[in-house]
Protein backbone atom coordinates (compact mmCIF):
# COMPACT_ATOMS: atom_id res chain seq x y z
CA UNK A 1 0.00 0.00 0.00
CA UNK A 2 0.90 3.11 -0.66
CA UNK A 3 1.54 5.82 2.85
CA UNK A 4 1.46 9.36 2.17
CA UNK A 5 3.79 11.00 5.22
CA UNK A 6 4.55 13.82 6.73
CA UNK A 7 7.96 15.57 7.16
CA UNK A 8 8.84 18.50 9.20
CA UNK A 9 12.22 20.41 10.52
CA UNK A 10 15.68 19.29 9.58
CA UNK A 11 13.69 16.16 7.57
CA UNK A 12 11.67 18.08 5.67
CA UNK A 13 14.49 20.11 4.53
CA UNK A 14 17.39 17.00 3.20
CA UNK A 15 14.03 15.06 2.06
CA UNK A 16 13.21 18.20 0.29
CA UNK A 17 9.56 17.96 -0.07
CA UNK A 18 6.69 18.27 2.88
CA UNK A 19 5.52 15.32 2.37
CA UNK A 20 6.36 12.00 0.41
CA UNK A 21 4.24 8.80 -0.23
CA UNK A 22 6.20 5.46 0.66
CA UNK A 23 5.39 1.68 -0.22
CA UNK A 24 5.06 -0.44 2.31
CA UNK A 25 3.36 -3.83 2.87
CA UNK A 26 -0.34 -3.92 4.31
CA UNK A 27 0.48 -5.12 7.47
CA UNK A 28 3.15 -2.68 8.14
CA UNK A 29 4.10 -0.91 11.49
CA UNK A 30 5.46 2.45 12.23
CA UNK A 31 8.92 1.17 12.78
CA UNK A 32 8.53 -0.24 8.80
CA UNK A 33 7.63 3.31 7.97
CA UNK A 34 10.83 4.62 9.30
CA UNK A 35 12.78 1.58 7.72
CA UNK A 36 11.10 2.32 4.16
CA UNK A 37 11.66 5.92 4.39
CA UNK A 38 15.89 5.54 5.70
CA UNK A 39 16.48 3.39 2.73
CA UNK A 40 14.90 5.76 -0.11
CA UNK A 41 16.88 8.73 1.85
CA UNK A 42 19.95 7.64 2.86
CA UNK A 43 20.82 11.38 3.17
CA UNK A 44 18.72 11.62 6.50
CA UNK A 45 21.17 9.16 8.13
CA UNK A 46 21.49 10.09 12.01
CA UNK A 47 17.97 11.72 12.48
CA UNK A 48 16.12 8.19 11.61
CA UNK A 49 17.52 7.09 14.67
CA UNK A 50 15.76 10.51 16.74
CA UNK A 51 12.21 10.59 14.99
CA UNK A 52 8.89 9.53 16.63
CA UNK A 53 5.57 9.11 14.32
CA UNK A 54 2.23 10.60 14.89
CA UNK A 55 -0.28 8.92 13.53
CA UNK A 56 -3.63 10.61 13.41
CA UNK A 57 -2.15 13.34 15.42
CA UNK A 58 -1.73 11.02 18.21
CA UNK A 59 1.98 9.90 19.09
CA UNK A 60 2.34 6.04 19.08
CA UNK A 61 5.31 2.83 19.75
CA UNK A 62 7.07 1.49 16.63
CA UNK A 63 4.84 -1.72 16.79
CA UNK A 64 2.25 0.15 15.82
CA UNK A 65 0.19 -0.24 12.83
CA UNK A 66 -0.37 1.84 9.88
CA UNK A 67 -3.05 2.24 7.02
CA UNK A 68 -3.18 3.67 3.71
CA UNK A 69 -5.76 6.40 5.06
CA UNK A 70 -3.92 7.29 8.20
CA UNK A 71 -2.38 10.58 8.50
CA UNK A 72 1.14 9.68 9.60
CA UNK A 73 3.64 12.05 10.72
CA UNK A 74 7.65 11.92 11.30
CA UNK A 75 8.20 14.14 14.18
CA UNK A 76 12.26 14.62 15.05
CA UNK A 77 13.38 16.17 17.90
CA UNK A 78 10.57 18.97 18.97
CA UNK A 79 12.28 22.48 19.95
CA UNK A 80 9.23 24.81 20.39
CA UNK A 81 8.71 27.41 22.97
CA UNK A 82 11.81 28.54 24.98
CA UNK A 83 15.40 27.61 26.71
CA UNK B 1 -7.52 30.24 24.37
CA UNK B 2 -4.34 28.53 22.32
CA UNK B 3 -3.01 30.25 19.20
CA UNK B 4 -0.56 29.40 16.62
CA UNK B 5 0.13 32.08 14.42
CA UNK B 6 2.57 33.60 11.75
CA UNK B 7 1.49 36.67 13.33
CA UNK B 8 3.26 39.45 16.16
CA UNK B 9 1.78 37.81 19.23
CA UNK B 10 -0.64 40.55 20.52
CA UNK B 11 0.43 40.06 24.61
CA UNK B 12 -2.09 42.15 25.82
CA UNK B 13 -4.99 40.20 24.12
CA UNK B 14 -4.04 37.38 25.47
CA UNK B 15 -3.58 38.64 29.16
CA UNK B 16 -6.66 40.15 28.44
CA UNK B 17 -8.78 36.95 27.82
CA UNK B 18 -7.55 35.25 30.09
CA UNK B 19 -8.10 37.75 33.07
CA UNK B 20 -11.24 37.40 35.30
CA UNK B 21 -12.84 39.36 38.19
CA UNK B 22 -12.58 36.40 40.17
CA UNK B 23 -8.87 36.15 39.57
CA UNK B 24 -6.06 37.92 41.87
CA UNK B 25 -3.36 36.45 39.89
CA UNK B 26 -2.04 36.87 36.69
CA UNK B 27 1.47 35.18 35.40
CA UNK B 28 2.40 35.57 31.89
CA UNK B 29 5.71 34.23 30.13
CA UNK B 30 7.02 35.17 27.52
CA UNK B 31 9.97 33.82 25.53
CA UNK B 32 11.68 36.07 23.20
CA UNK B 33 14.49 35.37 20.78
CA UNK B 34 18.21 36.04 22.50
CA UNK B 35 20.87 37.44 20.33
CA UNK B 36 23.43 34.68 21.31
CA UNK B 37 23.18 30.89 21.99
CA UNK B 38 26.02 29.60 24.18
CA UNK B 39 28.39 32.39 22.41
CA UNK B 40 27.44 32.12 18.70
CA UNK B 41 25.79 35.44 17.23
CA UNK B 42 22.34 34.59 16.15
CA UNK B 43 20.96 36.32 13.13
CA UNK B 44 17.34 34.98 13.35
CA UNK B 45 14.91 32.37 13.80
CA UNK B 46 12.89 30.33 12.09
CA UNK B 47 10.13 28.38 13.76
CA UNK B 48 7.70 25.46 11.95
CA UNK B 49 4.84 23.32 13.57
CA UNK B 50 2.72 20.37 12.68
CA UNK B 51 -0.10 22.90 12.57
CA UNK B 52 -3.27 20.90 13.43
CA UNK B 53 -1.56 18.35 16.02
CA UNK B 54 0.25 21.69 17.49
CA UNK B 55 -3.24 22.72 18.13
CA UNK B 56 -4.60 19.86 19.12
CA UNK B 57 -1.91 19.07 21.87
CA UNK B 58 -2.05 22.72 23.25
CA UNK B 59 -5.80 22.42 23.83
CA UNK B 60 -5.62 19.14 25.69
CA UNK B 61 -2.42 21.16 27.46
CA UNK B 62 -4.50 24.06 28.76
CA UNK B 63 -7.76 21.45 29.57
CA UNK B 64 -5.26 19.33 31.89
CA UNK B 65 -3.70 22.44 33.59
CA UNK B 66 -7.28 23.96 34.45
CA UNK B 67 -8.28 20.40 35.67
CA UNK B 68 -5.32 20.06 37.60
CA UNK B 69 -5.45 23.17 39.89
CA UNK B 70 -9.44 24.35 39.66
CA UNK B 71 -10.53 27.85 39.14
CA UNK B 72 -7.16 28.42 37.19
CA UNK B 73 -7.41 29.51 33.00
CA UNK B 74 -4.65 29.43 30.41
CA UNK B 75 -3.66 30.54 27.75
CA UNK B 76 -0.99 29.61 25.20
CA UNK B 77 0.22 31.07 21.86
CA UNK B 78 3.13 30.15 19.64
CA UNK B 79 4.41 32.09 16.73
CA UNK B 80 5.78 30.74 13.49
CA UNK B 81 8.17 31.50 10.54
CA UNK B 82 11.30 33.95 11.05
CA UNK B 83 11.54 35.83 14.32
CA UNK B 84 13.82 38.64 14.81
CA UNK B 85 15.98 39.12 17.72
CA UNK B 86 13.98 40.35 20.58
CA UNK B 87 10.65 39.06 19.41
CA UNK B 88 8.11 37.33 20.92
CA UNK B 89 7.91 33.50 19.57
CA UNK B 90 5.67 31.98 22.72
CA UNK B 91 2.98 33.75 25.41
CA UNK B 92 1.72 31.46 28.42
CA UNK B 93 -0.63 33.40 30.87
CA UNK B 94 -2.24 32.04 33.32
CA UNK B 95 -5.10 33.66 35.82
CA UNK B 96 -5.65 32.41 39.24
CA UNK B 97 -7.09 32.97 42.57
CA UNK B 98 -3.75 31.73 44.41
CA UNK B 99 -0.95 33.07 43.10
CA UNK B 100 1.46 29.86 44.11
CA UNK B 101 -0.58 27.86 41.71
CA UNK B 102 -0.46 30.24 39.13
CA UNK B 103 3.59 30.42 39.01
CA UNK B 104 3.56 26.76 38.88
CA UNK B 105 0.69 26.03 36.67
CA UNK B 106 2.44 28.63 33.91
CA UNK B 107 5.91 26.92 34.34
CA UNK B 108 4.33 23.29 34.06
CA UNK B 109 2.66 24.65 30.60
CA UNK B 110 6.29 26.10 29.63
CA UNK B 111 7.92 22.61 30.46
CA UNK B 112 5.14 21.01 28.31
CA UNK B 113 5.15 22.72 25.13
CA UNK B 114 9.26 22.33 24.91
CA UNK B 115 8.94 18.51 25.20
CA UNK B 116 5.83 18.03 23.71
CA UNK B 117 4.07 19.82 20.89
CA UNK B 118 5.10 19.10 17.33
CA UNK B 119 7.18 22.94 16.96
CA UNK B 120 10.81 23.38 15.71
CA UNK B 121 13.46 25.64 15.81
CA UNK B 122 15.84 26.58 13.71
CA UNK B 123 18.58 29.20 14.92
CA UNK B 124 20.11 30.87 11.63
CA UNK B 125 23.80 32.45 12.71
CA UNK B 126 26.37 33.82 10.38
CA UNK B 127 28.54 30.84 10.26
CA UNK B 128 25.73 28.82 9.68
CA UNK B 129 22.14 27.11 11.02
CA UNK B 130 20.65 24.21 13.11
CA UNK B 131 17.60 22.59 13.83
CA UNK B 132 17.61 23.03 17.74
CA UNK B 133 17.02 19.33 19.54
CA UNK B 134 18.56 17.35 16.96
CA UNK B 135 21.68 15.35 17.90
CA UNK B 136 24.45 15.35 15.66
CA UNK B 137 27.30 12.51 14.95
CA UNK B 138 29.39 15.15 16.94
CA UNK B 139 27.49 15.47 19.83
CA UNK C 1 13.23 49.71 37.71
CA UNK C 2 11.15 50.20 40.96
CA UNK C 3 7.68 52.33 41.06
CA UNK C 4 5.22 53.20 43.69
CA UNK C 5 2.60 55.55 41.89
CA UNK C 6 -1.20 57.03 42.39
CA UNK C 7 -1.11 56.64 38.51
CA UNK C 8 -2.21 53.04 36.30
CA UNK C 9 0.71 51.07 36.07
CA UNK C 10 1.71 50.83 31.93
CA UNK C 11 2.73 46.53 32.06
CA UNK C 12 4.25 47.17 28.44
CA UNK C 13 6.32 49.94 29.25
CA UNK C 14 7.72 47.96 32.18
CA UNK C 15 7.85 44.97 30.68
CA UNK C 16 9.85 46.57 27.50
CA UNK C 17 12.00 48.25 30.21
CA UNK C 18 13.15 44.45 31.93
CA UNK C 19 13.58 43.11 28.92
CA UNK C 20 16.76 42.13 26.85
CA UNK C 21 18.32 40.67 23.69
CA UNK C 22 20.25 38.36 26.00
CA UNK C 23 16.95 37.28 28.07
CA UNK C 24 15.03 34.44 26.80
CA UNK C 25 12.53 34.30 29.29
CA UNK C 26 10.20 37.11 31.12
CA UNK C 27 7.94 36.29 33.62
CA UNK C 28 5.20 38.79 34.73
CA UNK C 29 3.10 38.84 37.45
CA UNK C 30 0.15 40.88 37.65
CA UNK C 31 -1.93 41.11 41.13
CA UNK C 32 -5.71 42.77 40.24
CA UNK C 33 -8.49 43.22 42.23
CA UNK C 34 -11.04 40.58 42.70
CA UNK C 35 -14.95 40.88 43.08
CA UNK C 36 -14.85 39.09 46.02
CA UNK C 37 -12.88 38.28 49.23
CA UNK C 38 -14.23 34.52 50.80
CA UNK C 39 -17.31 35.24 49.83
CA UNK C 40 -18.06 38.76 50.26
CA UNK C 41 -18.56 41.07 47.57
CA UNK C 42 -16.16 44.05 46.83
CA UNK C 43 -16.52 47.44 46.39
CA UNK C 44 -13.10 48.49 45.19
CA UNK C 45 -9.66 48.84 47.02
CA UNK C 46 -7.76 51.40 48.93
CA UNK C 47 -4.24 50.95 48.86
CA UNK C 48 -1.67 53.39 51.24
CA UNK C 49 2.20 53.22 51.50
CA UNK C 50 5.24 54.54 53.38
CA UNK C 51 6.51 55.57 50.53
CA UNK C 52 10.01 56.33 50.77
CA UNK C 53 10.53 53.44 53.03
CA UNK C 54 8.57 50.74 50.46
CA UNK C 55 10.49 52.72 47.70
CA UNK C 56 13.82 51.58 49.69
CA UNK C 57 12.64 48.04 50.30
CA UNK C 58 11.65 47.65 46.85
CA UNK C 59 14.94 49.31 45.39
CA UNK C 60 17.08 46.45 48.02
CA UNK C 61 14.81 43.51 47.28
CA UNK C 62 15.31 44.05 43.36
CA UNK C 63 19.03 44.05 44.05
CA UNK C 64 19.12 40.96 46.18
CA UNK C 65 17.16 39.47 43.57
CA UNK C 66 19.61 40.28 40.59
CA UNK C 67 22.23 38.92 43.01
CA UNK C 68 20.72 36.18 43.51
CA UNK C 69 20.10 34.75 40.42
CA UNK C 70 23.29 36.26 38.10
CA UNK C 71 21.80 37.33 34.38
CA UNK C 72 18.44 38.45 35.50
CA UNK C 73 17.22 41.54 35.45
CA UNK C 74 13.89 42.17 37.69
CA UNK C 75 11.15 45.43 37.99
CA UNK C 76 8.60 45.90 40.79
CA UNK C 77 6.04 48.67 40.93
CA UNK C 78 2.93 49.11 43.35
CA UNK C 79 0.00 50.99 42.57
CA UNK C 80 -1.69 53.45 45.77
CA UNK C 81 -4.83 54.88 46.12
CA UNK C 82 -8.23 53.92 45.10
CA UNK C 83 -8.68 50.71 42.95
CA UNK C 84 -11.33 49.43 41.02
CA UNK C 85 -12.42 45.87 40.52
CA UNK C 86 -10.32 44.58 37.51
CA UNK C 87 -7.34 46.68 37.81
CA UNK C 88 -3.81 46.06 38.62
CA UNK C 89 -2.17 46.91 41.83
CA UNK C 90 1.11 45.07 41.55
CA UNK C 91 3.44 44.62 38.79
CA UNK C 92 6.65 42.20 39.13
CA UNK C 93 8.63 41.37 35.70
CA UNK C 94 11.95 39.24 35.85
CA UNK C 95 13.80 39.18 32.66
CA UNK C 96 16.45 35.91 32.42
CA UNK C 97 18.63 33.73 30.31
CA UNK C 98 17.18 30.42 31.66
CA UNK C 99 13.24 30.51 32.32
CA UNK C 100 13.22 28.00 35.43
CA UNK C 101 15.24 31.35 37.29
CA UNK C 102 12.72 33.39 36.07
CA UNK C 103 9.75 31.71 37.51
CA UNK C 104 11.37 31.57 41.14
CA UNK C 105 12.76 34.84 40.95
CA UNK C 106 9.37 36.29 40.26
CA UNK C 107 7.25 34.00 42.62
CA UNK C 108 9.93 35.40 45.21
CA UNK C 109 9.55 39.19 44.63
CA UNK C 110 5.96 38.36 44.90
CA UNK C 111 6.14 37.08 48.23
CA UNK C 112 8.45 39.45 49.41
CA UNK C 113 6.80 42.43 48.40
CA UNK C 114 3.34 40.96 50.78
CA UNK C 115 5.89 40.09 53.58
CA UNK C 116 7.83 43.12 54.04
CA UNK C 117 7.15 46.43 52.32
CA UNK C 118 4.91 48.85 53.98
CA UNK C 119 2.21 48.95 51.80
CA UNK C 120 -1.54 48.71 53.13
CA UNK C 121 -4.54 47.28 51.44
CA UNK C 122 -8.08 48.14 52.79
CA UNK C 123 -10.86 46.37 50.95
CA UNK C 124 -14.26 47.99 51.26
CA UNK C 125 -17.45 45.64 51.29
CA UNK C 126 -20.80 46.35 50.79
CA UNK C 127 -20.98 46.07 54.87
CA UNK C 128 -18.05 47.70 56.11
CA UNK C 129 -14.42 47.86 55.08
CA UNK C 130 -11.25 45.63 56.97
CA UNK C 131 -7.68 46.57 56.70
CA UNK C 132 -6.19 43.50 55.80
CA UNK C 133 -3.21 41.31 57.27
CA UNK C 134 -4.62 43.25 60.98
CA UNK C 135 -6.25 40.73 63.59
CA UNK C 136 -9.24 41.65 65.06
CA UNK C 137 -10.26 40.55 68.59
CA UNK C 138 -12.62 38.25 66.98
CA UNK C 139 -9.86 36.14 64.72
CA UNK D 1 11.70 64.86 74.44
CA UNK D 2 9.14 64.90 71.34
CA UNK D 3 9.38 62.19 68.93
CA UNK D 4 7.29 62.59 65.82
CA UNK D 5 5.69 59.51 65.04
CA UNK D 6 4.20 58.74 61.52
CA UNK D 7 1.21 56.39 61.16
CA UNK D 8 -0.32 54.77 58.48
CA UNK D 9 -3.75 52.80 57.21
CA UNK D 10 -5.96 51.42 60.30
CA UNK D 11 -3.66 53.45 62.68
CA UNK D 12 -3.86 56.41 61.17
CA UNK D 13 -7.12 56.14 60.36
CA UNK D 14 -8.27 56.01 64.55
CA UNK D 15 -5.87 58.39 65.54
CA UNK D 16 -7.24 60.61 62.85
CA UNK D 17 -3.80 62.15 61.92
CA UNK D 18 -0.85 60.53 59.80
CA UNK D 19 1.86 61.90 62.19
CA UNK D 20 1.50 62.70 66.28
CA UNK D 21 4.14 64.34 68.47
CA UNK D 22 4.81 61.99 71.67
CA UNK D 23 6.84 63.08 74.68
CA UNK D 24 8.81 60.35 76.22
CA UNK D 25 12.01 60.42 78.21
CA UNK D 26 15.54 60.74 76.22
CA UNK D 27 16.80 57.23 77.07
CA UNK D 28 13.13 56.31 75.30
CA UNK D 29 13.22 52.54 73.12
CA UNK D 30 11.05 51.63 70.86
CA UNK D 31 8.97 49.65 73.32
CA UNK D 32 8.25 53.26 74.59
CA UNK D 33 6.91 54.76 71.96
CA UNK D 34 4.51 52.48 71.43
CA UNK D 35 3.89 52.54 74.72
CA UNK D 36 2.95 56.04 74.88
CA UNK D 37 1.22 56.06 71.70
CA UNK D 38 -1.29 53.19 73.40
CA UNK D 39 -1.88 55.19 76.17
CA UNK D 40 -2.65 58.50 74.76
CA UNK D 41 -4.82 56.89 72.17
CA UNK D 42 -6.56 53.87 73.74
CA UNK D 43 -9.01 53.17 71.02
CA UNK D 44 -5.99 51.30 68.77
CA UNK D 45 -6.60 48.57 71.31
CA UNK D 46 -5.54 45.34 69.96
CA UNK D 47 -3.84 46.84 67.47
CA UNK D 48 -1.36 47.86 69.41
CA UNK D 49 0.28 44.33 70.29
CA UNK D 50 0.66 44.25 66.36
CA UNK D 51 2.83 47.10 65.11
CA UNK D 52 6.17 47.42 64.52
CA UNK D 53 8.42 50.03 64.59
CA UNK D 54 10.84 51.88 61.98
CA UNK D 55 14.01 54.04 62.96
CA UNK D 56 14.90 55.67 60.07
CA UNK D 57 13.42 53.52 57.30
CA UNK D 58 15.04 50.32 59.28
CA UNK D 59 12.54 47.66 60.93
CA UNK D 60 14.16 47.61 64.31
CA UNK D 61 13.78 45.74 67.17
CA UNK D 62 11.55 46.92 70.83
CA UNK D 63 14.69 47.15 72.73
CA UNK D 64 15.94 49.53 69.81
CA UNK D 65 16.69 53.37 71.07
CA UNK D 66 15.01 56.47 69.63
CA UNK D 67 16.58 60.08 69.58
CA UNK D 68 14.78 63.33 68.79
CA UNK D 69 15.69 63.44 65.66
CA UNK D 70 14.67 60.07 64.06
CA UNK D 71 12.66 59.63 61.66
CA UNK D 72 9.89 56.92 64.01
CA UNK D 73 7.13 55.14 61.89
CA UNK D 74 4.46 52.83 62.99
CA UNK D 75 3.83 49.94 60.99
CA UNK D 76 1.11 48.09 61.42
CA UNK D 77 0.85 44.39 59.48
CA UNK D 78 1.07 45.04 55.97
CA UNK D 79 -1.09 43.80 53.20
CA UNK D 80 0.53 44.93 49.65
CA UNK D 81 1.28 42.80 46.91
CA UNK D 82 -1.51 40.06 46.22
CA UNK D 83 -3.34 37.29 47.71
Known amino acids: MIVTVKTFAALREIIGSASVAIDVSSDASVRDVIKAVSERYPGIGIIASQIIIAVNMEYVSFDHPVHESDEVALIPPVSGGSK | ?139
Chains 1, 4 share one sequence.
Open chain 2, 1 to 139: MILITHDKLAVEDIVSETRGNDKGGVVTFLGTIRDTTDTNRVLYLEYEAYGPMAEKLLKKLVAEVERKWPGIRASVAHRLGRLEIGEISMVAVVASPHRAEAFKACNFIVDQVKSDVPIWKKEVFETGEVWVGLQSSSD
